[in-house]
């Protein structure tokens, strides 16, 4: 689909997050200023998270009720990701999981994952896919 | 010796005091409520501590579950165990999760199939042989598929195999009848085994006590290019 503001990225986040189960991983990929976390924020709405969402870029993990919110722009391996704690959070509750394009076997992780890939056409113009997969 | 343990390796988490010459556990808690452990672990040792009329000045040493282990659970008890250690000065014993999980089976003449699950058809794994009142090691602690494990476990033929750990039900399910699965009250890691574990001889300073995380096999590991 596609977007044409960044009000237009968070309703296609919070039509997604509507239709989420209690312990889906959603794997966001995309540049910086994407909208990545606009995109968070829309699935937030849609879960019925009330909280006002902001990136977790520097506190790796964003934690509120049935949502996790990931930032892994600083994490680089599996490794790394397995010492901050991240496979704990799996099955908990919703996983949104941004720059998940660092980690490139993430997906082995886990048994079933959205991936949502938002793609900048310009400077307001966003290109958003969202894939299910079930391993 | 009177040790205080600790665990929070898994989902349950639990606190004993263990008088290791008289092999009594003097008092014992355990919750299981999907509260993080950060929140019940310290409260449920200061309140069982309290209910046997004791302090932590009475106690010689500590003991924990230092892994395999969920990585948050796993810091929370270490960094638990080694604050209270390093602030009065005692010593500290880090046990297998698995080894401590094998003491559960205490009495019985099996061999402990100890397992936690590592998700993805992986599990944490150890085999021991127990025999009454001893424990023989036969496996190092692993990360392991459950098919690579069911070859093992269909060589062992001389004895009865018991799973115990939060993965048994998982094996259980996986090998169904060829194997036997330990009752839900004993089932599960809990800080008593943990101090029973604890060898006299592997105790340390505070500051010498770590964390040992198991990791999946290499080949799910490639870094980045």
Redesign the interface.
């Known amino acids: 689909m596609l977007s044409n503001s960044v009000e237009e990225t968070v309703k296609a986040g919070r039509e997604l997050g509507g239709k989420l189960k209690n312990d889906d991983a959603v794997l966001l990929y995309g540049e910086m200023g994407a909208g990545k976390t606009h995109f968070v924020k829309g699935m937030a709405l849609g879960l019925g998270v009330t909280a006002t969402i902001t990136s977790p870029t520097f506190a790796l993990v964003n934690e509120y009720k049935g949502l996790y919110h990931f930032d892994l722009f600083r994490i ?4 790394d990701l ?4 991240f ?2 959070y ?1 099955g908990k509750g919703v996983l949104a999981v941004e720059w998940s394009e ?4 993430l997906e ?2 886990l ?1 079933d994952y959205y991936k949502v890939k938002i793609a900048k056409k310009g400077e307001n113009a966003r290109e958003i896919t969202i894939d299910y997969t079930r391993t | 010796m009177t040790i205080l343990g600790l665990d929070s390796s898994a989902v349950s988490a639990s606190c004993a005091v263990v008088d290791k010459e008289l092999g009594k556990i003097k008092a014992y808690g355990s919750v299981n409520v999907k509260i993080t452990h950060s929140q019940t672990l310290l409260p449920l040792a200061e309140n069982i501590l309290k209910a046997a009329k004791l302090s932590l000045h009475d106690i010689d040493a500590f003991a924990v579950s230092n892994g395999p282990g969920s990585f948050t659970g796993l810091r929370i008890s270490v960094s638990a165990v080694k604050g209270m250690a390093f602030a009065l000065n005692k010593p500290v014993c880090g046990v297998s999760t698995l080894l401590a999980l094998a003491y559960n089976l205490l009495g019985r003449d099996a061999i402990a199939c100890c397992v936690m699950d590592a998700r993805r058809g992986e599990v944490y794994n150890a085999l021991f042989d127990v025999c009454g009142g001893n424990v023989e090691r036969l496996t190092p602690d692993r990360a392991i598929s459950l098919a690579e494990l069911g070859g093992e476990l269909s060589q062992l033929t001389e004895k009865e195999i018991v799973f115990v750990g939060d993965g048994a039900e998982l094996a259980h399910d996986y090998f169904e009848e060829t194997c036997s699965i330990a009752p839900e009250i004993t089932r599960y890691q809990n800080a008593a085994s943990v101090c029973f574990a604890a060898d006299e001889s592997e105790f340390v300073p505070a500051k010498k006590l770590m964390p040992v995380y198991i990791r999946k096999p290499q080949a799910e590991r490639e870094r980045r290019p």
């Open positions: 680089n391996s599996l490794d397995y010492a901050i704690g496979c704990d799996i660092n980690i490139p076997n082995r992780e048994d």
